[in-house]
């Protein structure tokens, strides 16, 4: 599908793109996923506000991102901690979803929007 928001993507348990964002002065390849059970539920209005929002304030945010692992970390964030997803929910809530090094069964979720926050992927999912 070709949203006009997202861009181009690819329904395989929610839409998918991929971009790159910069994390304590590093590159990763993250993959963009639009929460969506069913193809047919498609893109919702929140979700494109979400990444309009996410985009639009994107410095912004990934500095709060560093700041928020920083705080959260006993080590090194920049080493302890990989960019994975940034998740859209259904109803425009979205976090950015990493791999803990110290704690490889469980990653943690750095939500951007409503709230500024870290929580166990688990408790995100």
């Known amino acids: 599908m070709n949203n006009p928001v997202f861009g181009k993507l690819i329904f395989n348990i929610g839409w998918k793109a991929e971009t790159e964002i910069s994390l304590f002065n590093k590159n990763y390849n993250v993959i963009i996923k639009a929460a969506a059970y069913f193809e047919k539920d498609g893109i919702t209005g929140e979700q494109e506000a979400a990444i309009v929002d996410f985009d639009d304030h994107k410095n912004e945010r ?21 960019p994975r997803t940034l998740l859209f929910q259904r109803n425009g809530n979205y976090a950015l979803l990493l791999d803990d090094k110290e704690d490889e069964d469980e990653g943690i979720a750095v939500c951007l929007l409503p709230e500024a926050k870290i929580v166990s992927q688990d408790e995100y999912l």
């Open 62 to 82: 990934l500095k709060m991102v560093e700041k928020l692992l920083t705080d959260f970390s006993e080590g090194d964030a920049s080493q302890q901690f990989i």
